[in-house]
Every structure is written in structure tokens, then in C-alpha cells.
């Protein structure tokens, strides 16, 4: 095999493919990368049984054929060759890339020993992969790191006809984002656990590409994301995910809303002095709220901000964390707290204007945290 492309095409399409690769594969060829050249286009693939990644770019090949060479490795040597043509040769078990004067000398791994990559399911639907970024990003705050529970490590996605629900929770918050998309058969019906990380880096590499296509598996065991020319596969999460829907309230007799930049300031301020395990607090008065944390003979913090209050007058602890996490990915100029009482859930949501309407296509619901009687 040999081939010709440019440094900076050739690096960014490795270091892509390079991020599906596990950290400890089950069998060493899995940490390789599957290099094919022909056709005037060079394409790239790692796989771990679990997820694959796909792409290709063009080059100018002199010899056709086929490698395996450690990916991460590969990436590290892409990064930092000079900005200039990058010549790949491969000569017995050896590859070697030359750029300018750097050269380096590459062992190869039997390519007969790789599996086969999964195909890509037949396509669903087409989403904005800016409008799929960003929905991503507020739901799997919520999603839980703790992978002794795997089914709450993942992202469930409903999809009903034109409209596509995500839902994430680790039991102290859940977040729920609603997100239109162009299915290819009208009135579709399904649903797919998805890995938090996995979307996570769909979201981040594929989002500013245009349209992403969405394809699931008739098995339901496989999902396949397109756009720009790369595609990822992953197995979906296996298991019952718990009906968390019924946890946001139907009705709630208390709103509050807050300017949410001076809002999200407050409780970083605040929180400075909230040591591990203890609350943020919140006092929601008319027109008026006051945060505070610390107790005692240890350090204090408080801080009062305008707020339209209505309802009865309500005080609410939360961990600082989890009330940081769901006001960063609010964009509106407001948020607003709905509440049925102190110690259920509060539901925070964005509001355009101060005595607008909440916009419920986006709903974060946190546990409080009792407080002493």
C-alpha cells in the first residue's frame, strides 16, 4: 500500500476514528486501526464489539491495499507531524510515514485476524445535528456515571412520529428534551437505550456537520449515526428503563422565575462554601430570593436577586452540583422553579420572559434536600 494526503486531513480522520477505540481491548487487534486504500479514497474504521466508526477521506494512491496499525499510537504521530503531505508506504510488516524529515517505522497487526464491522441499519430519519447537539447536551447531565447500574448510564430515545424524546436520569434529577426530526416513514413508533458517553461523542464530532441520519436495527440491538461523511455504530443498552415519566408533576401550585446568568453566578458564588454533602439553600419570597449556604462556625455565604414569585412563599435546599448542571444548559434569559411542595422535586424550565410562558420542551427535575426541621 501506498498513498499521499495532507497532514491536517489525515490526522483529524484518525483521531476520529481513534475515539471509539477501548482503552482495554478484549483482544489486541481491537486496539488497531483498519487503514484501507483504493479507489482514490483512503477509508478508516476501529471497532470493539460494541461500537465502530467509519470514515473516509481522498488521497492520491500509488498502490492499493490494506492495514492494521495501533490507532492510538497512529494519532499521536498525526498530531505531531509538520503541516505538510504525509506519504504512507507499507513494506512487509512495516508501515512507514514520512513527512517532510520526520519519519517514523510502524508495526503492523495480521488485518485477517479484525472482525467484521457491523453494517449500518437502514436509514430512519434525518435530525440537525446543531438541534441534536444541543438537546444531547442538556439531557445527559442527568444520566448516572455509576456503570454498576448501566441502564442508567444511557439515554433513553423515544421517537414518535416527527418528534424524538430523550430522557436521562440517576435517580437525584432527571431531564427530559424534546427534539423534531424528519423520520422517513410517517407515524414511526420505537425506542433505544443509548450509552450517555456514546451520544456524547456523536453529539460533539457529528453535530457541526449538517444533518445527522439516524438509522435503527430492526433487532433493536443496534443504532447507526451518519453525517459528513463518517458514521458510528453502537449496541444499544439492554434492559428495562424505569417509567420515569410520571415523575414530573401534573400540576404545580408554585412558580418562581429568576434571571438565569445572575441566577447561575449566585449559586457558584454561594456554593464556594458548601462543603461535600451539604445544600445550597433557597428562599423564594415575593419578589425576592435568597440563597445561602454554610452553618454554623464554618464559613457562611449568602446572596439575594430579584425573583417573580407566584404562589406561597417556599424554602428549598439542593446539592449545588446538581442545581449548577441543569441552570448551565438553560439559554433563555429566565428560569423558572415550579413546585408542589417543599420536599417533592422541583422542575426547573426556560422562560423567554419574565411573565411569559414556561417552554416545556425542555424539563429538569432535581431532588431536594431535606432540611432539619
Known sequence: MKFRVDRDVLAEAVTWTARSLSPRPPVPVLSGLLIKAEAGTVSLASFDYEISARLEIPAEIAEEGTILVSGRLLADICRSLPSAPVDVVTDGSKVTLSCRSSRFNLATM???????????????????????????????IAASKDDTLPILTGVRMEIEDDLITLLATDRYRLALREVPWKPLTPGMSTSALVKAKTLNEVAKTLGGSGDINIAFSDDSELIGFESGGRRTTSLLVDGDYPKIRSLFPDSTPIHATVETTALVEAVRRVSLVAERNTPVRLAFTDGQLTLDAGTGEDAQASEALEAHLEGDEITVAFNPHYLSEGLSVIETPYVRFSFT???????????AELNGE????????????????
Open 341 to 351: 411542595s417543599a420536599p417533592k422535586p422541583a422542575m426547573i424550565t426556560a422562560q
Open 358 to 373: 414556561d417552554r416545556d420542551d425542555y424539563r429538569y427535575l432535581v431532588m431536594p434536600v431535606r432540611l432539619p426541621s
Open 110 to 140: 495480521p488485518e485477517n485476524d479484525y472482525p467484521e464491522l457491523p453494517a449500518l441499519p437502514e436509514l430512519s430519519g434525518t435530525i440537525s445535528g446543531e438541534a441534536f447537539s444541543k438537546a444531547v447536551s442538556q439531557v445527559i
